[in-house]
């Protein structure tokens, strides 16, 4: 949903009507102006800097609401990223500016005689304890700061960076924050600019980030495997720094108590414990109202990006509501057939599982197109999107893994920024989902080759959310996983050893290998084209009588599910990885799910919500009580 011109100008119009000045349309002048030419970012900070200096004097009176209507508007219809470059850009000019001239700038705005008072009054204390230094008596230690309350896209930034920092500044620094949330935000040192566009008490965005399979056994393998061996020091990664607690996993199930994905998925989705194979359904089968459910009846844009096919467990919970995730045709159908308040409930819907979106269930992809949702198949067409919906199907099942990936193919971080940059367009704010599926995937066949890959672009994606966040301060990121996957082992045998090193040298997954070969690809070219270091002689042999096996089980077939095929697979796959996860000694337990206690690591306005050891379901909990709570009651609030 974006914010029209139209609505911009009314808000101008409005704000007009209700402003005693000389010049009864100065504001709906200045948007014109900027609707004409919204390249002029002078004239862009101009107007946020009158709005926000009028907010400041009027923060408790009825004029305050239509300011930040203004405000967000604007910001909807230049798009908050934009926004913020532009006072970042003028914020490092001001540093170079004299203080007489950032003073001449705030005398020439329109009106505003209390703030410009109250900022001649600070830059005279400023000076007068400068003199005091010079002679040298007792200065305070003190930091002067102004705290600008409200939601994303009011432009707090621009006051703080493009008027008031320098100006009241002059001779010491002062320190600007956007609210007085939780967590990071709160802990900026006083010589450094802390600038920020948003609400910082409550989330108004949520980026929930879900590694599939990634236990704390693949958190610290990762490490290892990231570390830069020229340092002394093991490297930390982008998560260690967020780290908040750990989620219990246990599904509600009679006769499992080591969870799927769908039941540790619908968990954190829906704050419910449910059994193995269900999909946002309770025990006896009732649908369960997802938080991306909640996010879309507040307004709010919604979105869903994976790395699997879109109708998988994870990615379904969230849109669907089915007895057995295995109904991919029938989630498919919902995600299109369902809708919630006459909208579809996903706006950005990026991922794998073309398969159960074409002609053999009913078109689903010409539907959403006639819907307005623009319909990719690859990295440039979802570049070239622009549409503020997008449904992108960019493989028949399951995306290939990043190590194996074509060019045309899109990574993950890649989708992210795409939804990112739809769903931010909403002045309501959004709720994007983002899962690094094929962790687990490249687990269950025990490929730490393909975990190690996959690793790497979930943390990818992590950081760049991350850094989404620290620039939208009303956006909450948190990550975790829904169980561990394989029994993961660092370092086997009798020697204190694990080495990454030899992961590195890997030019192909396990799992690429192994499907190249049961294509009937040749077995050693396969294998030498894939591996980075010499195959054993004698495993070569191995892989290739388990490669004659499989072609034979697959010639009996009458099924693409039948078990001795899958067996066949299995056992090709492990003669092909046995070098790998002995030269780097890994160890594996299982090819299913493990129980223990997975990490979550947040960042954000709401972030302590997640510390300590919490059940799955206290995630979707603390997100409902997020989207229920009236962000906009702080709002410009000193």
């Avoid at 990936?405 to 983002?434: C, H, I, R, T, Y």
């Amino acid at each position: 949903m974006s914010t029209s011109r139209d609505k911009l100008i009314e808000a101008a119009k409005k704000l007009d009507l209700r402003r005693q000045i000389d010049d009864e349309e100065f504001y709906l002048k200045k948007v014109n102006e900027i609707i004409n030419d919204s390249t002029d970012t002078k004239k862009v900070s101009e107007l946020y800097r009158h709005i926000y200096m009028l907010q400041h004097v009027h923060r408790k009176n009825k004029l305050t609401p239509m300011l930040k209507e203004l405000s967000d508007t604007l910001a909807c219809y230049l798009g908050y990223s934009y926004i913020s470059e532009i006072f970042k850009k003028e914020a490092d000019k001001k540093k170079n500016s004299t203080l007489d001239e950032l003073m001449c700038e705030l005398n020439q705005l329109v009106g505003l005689p209390k703030v410009k008072e109250e900022v001649r009054r600070l830059v005279i204390y400023q000076k007068i304890q400068a003199k005091r230094k010079e002679s040298g008596l007792k200065v305070p230690k003190r930091t002067l700061h102004m705290a600008f309350m409200g939601n994303p896209g009011t432009g707090k930034t621009t006051v703080a960076s493009s008027i008031l920092a320098a100006s009241v500044l002059g001779t010491t620094h002062v320190s600007f924050a956007s609210g007085s949330g939780e967590g990071n935000q709160g802990q900026q040192g006083q010589n450094e600019d802390y600038m920020a566009i948003g609400n910082t008490k409550n989330p108004k965005n949520v980026i929930f980030m879900v590694g599939d399979g990634m236990g704390p056994a693949y958190n610290s393998a990762y490490r290892y495997y990231a570390d830069n061996p020229n340092t002394k020091e093991l490297d930390q990664t982008a998560f260690d720094k967020y780290l908040k607690g750990t989620n219990r996993t246990n599904p509600n199930d009679p006769k499992e108590n080591v969870t799927d994905s769908a039941a540790g998925g619908t968990a954190f989705a829906t704050g419910h414990k449910t059994y193995n194979g269900a999909i946002s359904v309770d025990n006896n089968k009732k649908p369960l109202k997802s938080v991306l459910e909640k996010a879309k009846e507040l307004g709010k844009s919604t979105g869903i990006v994976t790395t699997a096919e879109v109708t998988d467990a994870t990615p379904a919970v969230y849109a669907a509501h089915v007895d057995d995730r295995d109904k991919k045709d029938e989630i498919a159908q919902q995600f299109y057939n369902d809708k919630i308040n006459g909208q579809h409930k996903a706006d950005v819907i990026l991922g794998g599982g073309s398969k159960y979106f074409g002609k053999e269930n009913g078109n689903l992809t010409d539907k959403f197109q006639k819907d307005g949702y623009d319909y990719v198949t690859n990295k440039d067409e979802l570049a070239n999107s622009q549409s503020d919906q997008v449904l992108g199907l960019f493989s028949e099942k399951d995306m290939p893994l990043q190590i194996d990936a074509p060019q045309s193919n899109p990574l993950l971080v890649d989708m992210e920024n795409s939804a990112l940059s739809k769903l931010e367009k909403n002045d309501k704010g959004f709720f994007l989902m983002v899962e690094g599926a094929s962790i687990d995937k490249s687990g269950h066949p025990n490929d730490i080759t393909g975990v190690m890959s996959e690793m790497g672009g979930f943390e990818k994606a992590f950081q760049n959310a991350i850094d989404y966040s620290n620039k939208h301060k009303d956006t909450l990121v948190v990550a975790t996983a829904d169980h561990s996957t394989g029994g993961l082992s660092i370092a086997k045998g009798k020697d204190y050893v694990w080495n990454p090193e030899a992961i590195h040298k890997m030019k192909h997954s396990g799992s690429y290998m192994t499907k190249q070969i049961a294509d009937g690809k040749d077995p050693e070219k396969v294998i030498n084209d894939g591996y980075g270091f010499e195959f054993p002689s004698k495993q070569m042999d191995k892989v290739k009588d388990a490669a004659k096996e499989l072609k034979e089980a697959q010639d009996k077939a009458k099924s693409e599910d039948d078990e001795k095929v899958a067996a066949a697979t299995t056992k090709l796959q492990d003669a092909i990885q046995k070098p790998i996860n002995d030269e780097s000694h890994t160890g594996w337990t299982t090819y299913g799910h493990t129980g223990e206690d997975v990490n979550t690591y947040a960042h954000g306005p709401g972030e302590n919500k997640f510390a300590g050891n919490n059940d799955n379901t206290d995630s979707a909990k603390n997100i409902f009580d997020f989207f229920n709570n009236d962000v906009t009651s702080n709002q410009n609030q000193q």
